[in-house]
């Protein structure tokens, strides 16, 4: 979901500016409002991930009943809800059905974003290579260009290589 590599993930990473953009005016609201902003970002979709694995990989959103919620405050994003994926090796039609239910809190600041990764859900790792379906916790650090800096699981056996479960 980090990697900005071809023009099907810009307009993917596009959309969630925007989304993000809408979630900042929404977090304005309820701020003055003194409660939490509930925003769905869910439904059926596609996330091309061309560059992790050897082959390319699509990850179908089956079920995907997600909100982010913004506190007001100095408090991170929390993303939540159910959501549930078919990971595909778009070669050779092999695939995978996950739920990737989280939850995940992101921490923005002035040049890095923290996503913290708890539950189940898939890491994409092009620019460091790989993609994983984790059992939390992960924290990830992106920069501005939504291009991973680091990233540390605690329990990197409980981490599950979807490539090669998918070669």
Same mark, same amino acid.
């Given at each position: 979901?980090?990697? /900005?590599?071809?023009?099907?993930?810009?307009?993917?990473?596009? /959309?969630?500016?925007? &989304?993000?953009?809408?979630?900042?005016? @929404?977090?304005?609201?309820? @701020? =003055?409002? *003194?409660?939490?902003?509930?925003?769905?970002? *869910?439904? %059926?979709?596609?996330?091309? !991930?061309?560059?992790?694995?050897?082959?390319?990989? +699509?990850?179908?959103?089956?079920?995907? +009943? %997600?909100?982010?919620?913004?506190?007001?405050?100095?408090?991170?994003?929390?993303? &939540? *809800?159910?959501?549930?994926?078919?990971? @595909?090796? %778009?070669?050779?039609?092999?695939?995978?059905?996950?739920?990737?239910?989280?939850?995940?809190?992101?921490?923005?600041? @002035?040049?890095? /974003?923290?996503? &913290?990764?708890? *539950?189940?859900?898939?890491?994409?790792?092009? +620019?460091?290579?790989?993609?994983?379906?984790?059992?939390?916790?992960?924290?990830?650090? !992106?920069?501005? +260009?939504?291009?991973?800096?680091?990233?540390?699981?605690?329990?990197?056996?409980?981490?599950?290589?979807?490539?090669?479960?998918? =070669?």
């Amino acid at each position: 979901m980090f990697n /900005t590599g071809s023009s099907k993930t810009r307009t993917f990473m596009f /959309t969630v500016a925007l &989304t993000l953009a809408l979630m900042v005016v @929404s977090s304005i609201t309820a @701020s =003055a409002q *003194g409660k939490p902003a509930r925003i769905y970002i *869910g439904g %059926e979709f596609d996330v091309p !991930v061309p560059d992790s694995c050897a082959f390319p990989i +699509n990850q179908h959103f089956n079920t995907n +009943n %997600e909100y982010i919620l913004i506190f007001p405050g100095d408090h991170p994003l929390i993303v &939540t *809800g159910q959501a549930k994926a078919t990971i @595909s090796n %778009e070669i050779t039609g092999k695939s995978l059905d996950l739920n990737i239910s989280g939850p995940a809190l992101i921490t923005p600041s @002035s040049t890095t /974003t923290t996503v &913290t990764l708890l *539950g189940r859900s898939t890491l994409f790792v092009g +620019n460091h290579g790989g993609m994983w379906l984790t059992s939390g916790p992960v924290v990830v650090l !992106v920069d501005a +260009n939504n291009q991973i800096i680091s990233y540390s699981m605690a329990a990197p056996d409980a981490a599950l290589d979807l490539c090669q479960a998918l =070669a």
